[in-house]
T-cell receptor, first 113, second 113 residues
């Protein structure tokens, strides 16, 4: 069965420092992968997605993610974090049926000044 | 822009009450979803619908039912609310046959006392 693992429950990064959030997936075929961000009390916003082609994908707010099939990973990165990036981040993969997403449990990002 | 709206941001109900959570999307999406979000558990799929009057159980359907009489509207029903249904409820929609990216509403925080 498909699954998504986000190994880090909580990460704290200094403002201006680089960020990498880890995501590992389990899926039999080429996956469709997503990163979402959730600010406190809000719904989820799509940051970026990978379907095929270039394994480095660019998203909104300066985020990027790299798909590595050999490692079953889709890590999210940002070169310089801003205080407004503090939020919860979810990695997701589309399920076998092609409709519902399977989410990781999320990583909470705190930004220190 | 895709817009998914939910009828209430905050809701307080009593144990045993019948509760209706409404979700409306304006992008003519075929697929609609209801998730429940709890700290440390991430998002868990309750039900989804891929067409009017069609529904499929997700991972945690017990204690819930759904209704989709019109394409744009998907309702989640708690037949007899219980305290363990206190949670954040998120609605989402997506295109049928697309790669699966979902668009989320702002969420309803339900408290059952």
């Amino acid at each position: 069965a498909q699954s998504v693992t986000q190994p880090d429950i909580h990460i704290t990064v200094s403002e201006g420092a680089s960020l990498e959030l880890r995501c590992n997936y389990s899926y039999g075929a080429t996956p469709y992968l997503f990163w979402y961000v959730q600010s406190p009390g809000q719904g989820l916003q799509l940051l970026l997605k990978y379907f095929s082609g270039d394994t480095l994908v660019q998203g909104i707010k300066g985020f990027e993610a790299e798909f590595k099939r050999s490692q079953s990973s889709f890590n999210l990165r940002k070169p310089s974090v801003h205080w407004s990036d503090a939020a919860e981040y979810f990695c997701a993969v589309i399920g076998q049926a092609g409709t519902a997403l399977i989410f990781g449990k999320g990583t909470t990002l705190s930004v220190s000044s | 822009d895709v817009k998914v709206t939910q009828s209430s941001r905050y809701l307080v109900k009593r144990t045993g009450e019948k509760v209706f959570l409404e979700c409306v999307q304006d992008m003519d999406h075929e697929n609609m979803f209801w998730y429940r979000q709890d700290p440390g558990l991430g998002l868990r799929l309750i039900y989804f619908s891929y067409d009017v009057k069609m529904k499929e159980k997700g991972d945690i359907p017990e204690g819930y039912s759904v209704s989709r009489e019109k394409k744009e509207r998907f309702s989640l029903i708690l037949e007899s609310a219980s305290t363990n249904q206190t949670s954040m409820y998120l609605c989402a929609s997506s295109l049928r046959g697309g790669p699966g990216e979902q668009y989320f509403g702002p969420g309803t925080r339900l408290t059952v006392t």
